[in-house]
């Protein structure tokens, strides 16, 4: 193929080139990754030596004789919000309030880390770099880590789940909605600015109708994400049905333990369900 | 009477280095039908934007009506803004949102924020929503999403948004560069006759020479951000044309009016073709 150009004088069309790994530095990079894989499992030392099949097996086994005595109240002291069930309940709203407590913060944020918002000006070119540094900083940090962090500040319990969670949100949806600022039609801001309208009524009018779908399908799919993650928040003190989780494994409840996962499997499963549902409805 | 528009050495360079106008006087008069032609990149796009601070010029001086544009700030640039329409290529119009809507979007200029937030309007703004919708010819459209309709219907839309203003001077960034030939010449009549009948100042910038024969009263040619050509459309001969256009241009005629859509030429095509590089300097 390339014969056809050379024979002519002409440089080779980048489609019709050979791949530019040649076939020596395709093993070399084989060569490499092996290395890297081997010298990993050296230092990480992995060893399955000490594993126990016996014991693993009557635990698996165990986690499928489900202790339903966790779905009822125990004592005169326990309601049945202390129950799995509404354990599960709470957790729900955990993810649901954290994603709340994100969107105040996020919409108006979002508007100052987008680039043809403030791109203007030197002063609110300054205010957008800050933003979205804010945002990669705060993303940055894991949920656990942050649910570690406020546990300690505002003791264990569902206000460290929420808080945590919500604090990480700001980032994500904040990152997410300055991107779908960023991705919309030009045209419609330069014609309302054209009528000579302020600032405020051209965001209102040109800019926001733009946003309604995709703030929308981005805040349901964080939803999403946050119910699933709510969970697991109470295994570092984040409150919720995780805690129960985390005390049932420690006390060596394996019935209980299996049953509150299989709860957190259909909970999860069923939100991604129905948010898929209402995303492809909008889109 | 005084000129409605004075341009004194407009120069704008763009951060990218590129120098899209190079010096432009001009005296426009009321009444005027300005054509500014001139090849893609020549600057036509940038000096429309200048005149209503879209873009803002590197040096120069831009006089509307006495007052200078290229001082005023905030609530006297919107002012200034409400008193000059504006068209556009791709329409502009906001897509999601209704032919009522968009058009009702011309009066913000002159409407306190409340009315935006809470789409409060008058009841004048809304007599003059149908009353312009009815100039242009699509009343029955008032409901309908803008992007379900027609590129004509849509700048038609533009054109009403813009008459909600009530300006003195219309822009016309190249209104029907996106339209039939046909739909041309319909969207380029409601242009003159806004310019006839209410007496609206309009420029416009084109295409085609021989949209610009029949609807220029004056004709501006802009090449390399200069002034190549300022006179009456009759006077672009061949040797004018090739002036502005470069040796190698043919002269490519847009049908006449009430004609079928004709196929594009190649060569059409390519004067069509936009590549003016002013992404860098678009603000608001």
């Known amino acids: ?283 | 009477m005084p000129p409605i528009l004075q341009l004194k050495d407009i120069t704008k360079v763009y951060p990218s280095g590129t120098r899209a106008l190079n010096g432009i006087s001009l005296d426009i008069q009321r009444g005027e039908f300005i054509v500014l032609i001139g090849l893609s990149g020549s600057g036509k796009s940038t000096l429309l934007r200048c005149i209503n601070r879209l873009i803002d010029p590197t040096s120069g001086t831009v006089i509307f009506d006495g007052i200078d544009v290229t001082r005023a700030r905030g609530a006297e640039l919107r002012r200034i803004r409400r008193r000059i329409g504006m068209i556009f290529q791709q329409f502009n119009l906001v897509r999601r949102a209704s032919v009522f809507g968009n058009v009702l979007a011309g009066r913000l200029g002159s409407r306190p924020l409340w009315r935006t937030v809470f789409f409060r309007p008058t009841r004048d703004d809304l007599e003059a929503v149908f009353e312009n919708l009815g100039r242009v010819g699509i009343v029955n459209k008032a409901y309908a999403r803008a992007d379900a309709l027609s590129g004509g219907q849509q700048q038609r839309v533009g054109i009403a948004r813009a008459l909600m203003q009530e300006p003195d001077l219309m822009l016309a960034d190249e209104p029907v560069a996106s339209l039939d030939p046909a739909t041309s010449h319909s969207v380029m009549k409601y242009l003159e006759e806004l310019n006839k009948k209410d007496g609206i100042t309009v420029i416009c910038s084109l295409h085609f020479l021989s949209l610009a024969r029949r609807y220029g009263t004056r004709v501006i040619a802009l090449k390399d951000g200069m002034v190549a050509f300022d006179g009456k459309p009759a006077a672009i001969d061949e040797r004018r044309f090739k002036e502005i256009y470069g040796e190698d241009a043919i002269e490519v005629e847009i049908g006449p009016e009430r004609s079928e859509a004709q196929p594009m030429s190649a060569t059409e095509a390519a004067m069509r073709a936009e590549a003016e590089d002013i992404e860098g300097g678009r603000r608001f």
Do not use: C
């Open chain 1, 1 to 283: 193929m390339a014969e056809y150009f050379a024979a002519r004088g002409l440089p080779t069309p980048p489609e019709l080139s050979a791949n530019p790994l040649t076939r020596w530095r395709r093993l070399l990079v084989f060569a490499g990754a092996i290395a890297v894989v081997a010298i990993g499992l050296r230092i990480t030392d992995i060893d399955l030596s000490h594993s126990n099949p016996d014991f693993a097996a009557r635990v698996i086994v165990k986690l499928f004789q489900w202790d339903t005595s966790i779905l009822t109240p125990q004592n005169e002291y326990e309601t049945w919000w202390d129950t799995a069930e509404g354990l599960m309940v709470i957790t729900i709203f955990l993810g649901v309030i954290a994603t709340a407590l994100a969107i105040i913060f996020a919409l108006p944020l979002s508007f100052l880390g987008a680039r043809n918002i403030m791109s203007g000006h030197p002063v609110t070119a300054v205010i957008y770099v800050l933003v979205r540094v804010l945002f990669t900083i705060i993303r940055s940090i894991d949920v656990l880590i942050l649910v570690i962090i406020t546990a300690i500040l505002l003791g264990i319990g569902n206000a460290a789940g929420v808080i945590a969670l919500a604090f990480h949100n700001i980032g994500v949806l904040g990152k997410l909605y300055s991107e779908a600022i960023e991705g919309i039609d030009p045209g419609p801001i330069e014609a309302i600015t054209a009528t000579g309208a302020n600032r405020f009524q051209v965001i209102w009018t040109a800019v926001l109708p733009q946003l309604y779908n995709p703030y929308v399908s981005f805040t349901i799919y964080r939803l999403d994400a946050n119910v699933r993650l709510a969970p697991i928040l109470g295994l570092v003190g984040g409150g919720g049905i995780g805690l129960l989780l985390f005390q049932s494994i420690n006390l060596l409840h394996y019935g209980a333990a299996g049953l509150i996962i299989f709860m957190i499997v259909v909970t999860v499963a069923t939100m991604d369900f129905v948010s898929a549902q209402v995303r492809k409805k909008l889109i």
